[in-house]
């Protein structure tokens, strides 16, 4: 756990996400690795404070906020994630200069009222110079008329929202990053092909054509400078999800450990190896996170190693939680067999693996885009 400060409030908040993963969540995680997309277990999170604690309102708690989501990535990896574009997306409204966007949207999305979540796989990659814009704004009267098609976008459903960020054309060029409604009159959502897990978090592929964004909804005009003060929180609250995939992978190599130790003593990877590993991990994180917005190299390097090593260790975890279950672990609902896929979802989402290497190699040759 990362909270640095026990206080009557984290210690809480953490209670109530860790009766709700336990109570609710858990029994369901097989059912959203196939395709429940849970949000009534959202909603309760919303209500305890887990999609909260990192907002200025309630004292920029990222350490609470990524133990939150730890707890829950522990239970159920896909719900993790969730977790985490829900907290985005609150985190671009909370830091947005709009009022608009700061007042009764803004509360209703922290607390479970409203749902959503962030579309800048496309823009994090266009400013990487690994791919181009898909989203095209032109200015019109009161705002912009925004056309494109985004593949990949998890945490939407009509009626829901989320974070994203369109090219404009014509004059000077440059981004402009708004929130998204997904009104059904005005946005097509298309299925995507079958993920061999982590179907229940509502990926969609998103169209629009002519789409409105009113003065009320952009998040950033432009969007370049905000993305580079945000752009280590977002990276680093992704943490909770890894941290919570390994150390759900050691509660299952505990849990045969009574009938499999004696045998399972002679595999590489051991419980007290990797949570020590974990500890490290956990250590890391907090110290990173009591300055989340701090935009020096040094430091977005920090938190992009630290990315890539929690990536690896969940990779490492969940291999070595099936070996340790043994054949119970290769059955289809064994939770070794789910934690593997999760942890090789955290490898490839944005930023994935690949992404954050080419970031660092960029940043030590001083290419990283503005």
């Not at 705002?143 to 989320?162: D, E, K, N, T």
Request: hydrophobic share 45%.
């Amino acid at each position: 756990m990362l909270t640095t400060a026990v206080s009557p409030a984290n210690t809480q908040l953490l209670a109530a996400v860790d009766t709700i993963a336990r109570q609710d969540l858990q029994p369901l995680a097989h059912r959203i690795d196939r395709g429940h997309y849970p949000l009534e277990i959202m909603a309760k999170l919303g209500q305890a404070g887990a999609f909260a604690a990192h907002l200025q309102s309630q004292g920029s708690r990222f350490d609470t906020a990524i133990d939150a989501m730890q707890i829950v990535s522990r239970a159920c990896g896909a719900t993790g994630f969730l977790t985490w574009a829900h907290q985005v997306c609150g985190l671009y409204l909370d830091a947005s200069d709009n009022p608009a966007l700061r007042g009764q949207v803004l509360s209703d999305h922290a607390y479970g009222k409203t749902f959503g979540g962030t579309a800048l796989s496309n823009p994090m990659k266009t400013w990487a110079n690994i791919e181009p814009m898909l989203l095209r704004a032109k200015k019109v009267p009161g705002g912009y008329s925004v056309s494109g098609a985004l593949p990949w976008v998890s945490h939407i459903a009509y009626g829901q929202h989320c974070g994203a960020v369109a090219q404009v054309e014509g004059g000077k060029e440059h981004d402009i990053m708004f929130l998204l409604r997904l009104d059904e009159a005005r946005v097509k959502l298309a299925a995507c092909p079958e993920f061999s897990g982590m179907e229940g978090t509502s990926t969609w592929s998103i169209h629009l054509k002519d789409f409105f964004v009113g003065s009320d909804d952009i998040i950033a005009d432009p969007a370049k400078p905000f993305i580079a003060r945000i752009r280590a929180a977002f990276v680093l609250l992704q943490m909770g999800i890894g941290l919570g995939v390994v150390q759900g992978s050691i509660d299952d190599m505990l849990e045969v450990a009574p009938v499999l130790g004696h045998v399972n003593q002679f595999l590489e990877d051991q419980t007290g190896s990797l949570q020590l590993a974990l500890d490290k991990a956990e250590q890391q994180t907090r110290l990173l996170a009591q300055t989340p917005f701090e935009t020096s190299k040094d430091y977005l390097l920090d938190v992009l190693d630290l990315r890539i090593q929690g990536a690896k260790l969940g990779l490492q975890a969940s291999q070595a939680a099936l070996l340790h279950q043994g054949a119970r672990g290769y059955l289809a609902n064994a939770n070794p067999q789910r934690r593997i896929r999760e942890a090789q979802f955290v490898t490839i989402n944005t930023h994935a693996m690949k992404h954050l290497r080419y970031l660092v190699q960029q940043i030590m040759s001083e290419e990283l885009p503005a």
